[in-house]
């Protein structure tokens, strides 16, 4: 019993992974891998649950809101969790150092689904304010840390963060699958009842089922990581506080810099304000043009570095509408049954971690193989601007025929295949490009502005999402049709101007 113990803890922890290296990859990226995996774990959990809360009838245990109300908190709070990775990243270069930012940002992110996990609304917003701050500590870092594995031209760079992606999705599938059961189904809350719970506070056995992932993430990190912390990155990130007599300051600055932003977002949520929405994409271009005809070769790398931001936002906007329409969509218009078994509809959301599981291996074996013949960063990102394009041009006669009654849950299974596809060509990618092309000062800077992207498209996701409705299957259908159209004229943009931008990046492909 005790060698099948030990052996358990090996697997689950990633310590035999870290020892002999995923697939001739680094010593590392095994624990990594695993520590990222729980923590996606504990996001994704919670974040099936999330919308569906929230529209859930006071009455039956949730908040009571309409659609269009929780499209705009989900969009607002999911652009909080990655937009406060800007200040995360100035934090862990200055003071912290990677290692500890990881950490502190993982502490916080569990007393945040805890807090969650406890009944009414106070709590429920206070708890997404936790996690929102510790992701922004958490996330970029452990991401930076990824890259420090590999050498500047090391060709297994995109294929080891492609596995590292792989991770995520591992926690990402079997999040929604245990939370949903908690949250949703009729075995749960019978069980609750015959335990003397409150079969309506099941929700909340959910959100602290997402805590317990985020606290196996930090145990595995603390007890087989200690390797990735390095006593230089702490040197280096004093050397650079001092070096310009920042420091606090700096940070302050960035931190109320990040706020403002933040509220001048919030603000586009109100009536005669919705144009503010254009800057999300104006600004990031104006940069890119501004920087990408410097003569200094570092500014230039930040020119191709906002292009590949806009096309980030784009992308999101419409992939992480999997939390509000597709959500919705799956709740209310998709059949939500196996051979007359009901399955909670929060189920469909591991479809798209269960593609990744099948096809990131696949991704990171043609990456090796092309080697240095593999198509650059910007036609990867058209070509998943592609397939995010064709995913939902697939919903359109899917929801044109939900006025017959619910469609067969095979229409969001191709919707989730294509989406992954696009996914795996932009998302570790454009990783993997932004730890190449930043600055080595402003590791953490630079990812915090790669986080921007999600941040900004998942605040349009949030506002695309407020026009979802059930009742009209036209509307419907001519709302999937035109973002359909707005991902194709982008993957086009980009294709025409990728010449432009490898020039900008220089020896980074």
């Keep these: 019993m005790g060698s099948r113990r030990s052996t358990y803890v090996q697997l689950v922890s990633g310590e035999v992974l870290a020892k002999f290296g995923l697939a001739g990859h680094p010593r590392g990226l095994g624990v990594l891998f695993f520590a990222e995996m729980w923590e996606r774990f504990s996001y994704y959990g919670m974040r099936a649950l999330l919308v569906l809360f929230m529209v859930t009838p006071a009455v039956e245990g949730g908040l009571g809101l309409t659609a269009a109300e ?52 106070s709590a429920f917003f206070a708890g997404l304010g936790l996690v929102a701050i510790g992701t922004g500590l958490f996330k970029p870092m452990i991401s930076a840390l990824v890259g420090t594995l590999y050498g500047e031209r090391d060709s297994r760079r ?96 960035v931190v109320g810099g990040t706020l403002v932003l933040m509220g001048l977002i919030m603000v586009s949520d109100r009536p005669g304000f919705e144009p503010l929405r254009w800057a999300y994409v104006l ?93 650059s960063s910007p036609v990867k990102f058209g070509l998943a601007l592609v397939f995010l394009s064709l995913s939902f041009l697939l919903m359109v006669p899917a929801a044109m025929l939900t006025a017959e009654g619910r469609i067969s849950p095979f229409w969001l299974v191709g919707l989730f295949f294509l989406q992954t596809v696009g996914e795996l060509l932009l998302s570790p990618v454009g990783l993997s490009t932004m730890t190449q092309l930043a600055p080595k000062r402003a590791v953490g800077l630079v990812l915090g502005i790669w986080f921007l992207g999600f941040a900004l498209g998942s605040k349009l996701a949030g506002v695309l999402g407020a026009g979802f409705t059930s009742n009209n299957s036209g509307a419907l259908a001519w709302n999937f049709f035109w973002q359909a159209a707005l991902a194709g004229v982008a993957a086009i943009a980009f294709f025409v101007l990728t010449p432009w931008v490898r020039r900008l990046m220089g020896s980074v492909r």
């Design 70 to 121: 929780a499209a705009l908190i989900y969009g607002n709070y999911t652009m909080a969790v990655y937009l406060l990775s800007i200040p995360g990243g100035v934090a862990a270069d200055r003071f912290l150092g990677a290692w500890n930012a990881v950490l502190v940002g993982g502490t916080i992110i569990a007393a945040g689904h805890f807090t969650l996990a406890a009944a009414g609304p």
């Design 283 to 375: 600004v990031p271009a104006g940069l890119a043009v501004w920087c990408g005809f410097s003569r200094d070769e570092e500014r230039r790398r930040y020119g191709a570095m906002f292009v590949l931001l806009i096309g980030a936002i784009l992308f999101w906007a419409i992939f992480e509408q999997a939390g509000v329409t597709i959500a919705l969509f799956a709740d209310q218009l998709t059949r939500s049954e196996v051979a007359g078994w009901q399955f909670p509809s929060a189920w469909f959301q591991s479809l798209n971690s269960l593609f990744v599981i099948l096809l990131a291996p696949l991704f990171a074996a043609l990456w090796l193989r092309l080697g240095d013949r593999q198509p």
């Design 158 to 253: 995109d294929a080891g963060f492609s596995l590292f992606y792989m991770g995520i999705n591992v926690g990402g599938f079997f999040a929604p699958l245990v939370t949903g059961f908690l949250a949703q189904s009729a075995t749960m809350k019978s069980w609750l009842a015959a335990q003397g719970f409150d079969p309506l506070a099941s929700w909340h056995w959910g959100f602290a089922a997402a805590g317990v992932g985020m606290l196996i993430a930090l145990a595995v990190f603390v007890l087989f990581g200690r390797h990735l912390r390095s006593v230089r990155e702490r040197q280096e990130a004093t050397a650079v506080r001092e070096s310009d007599g920042s420091g606090i300051p700096y940070l302050l600055a």
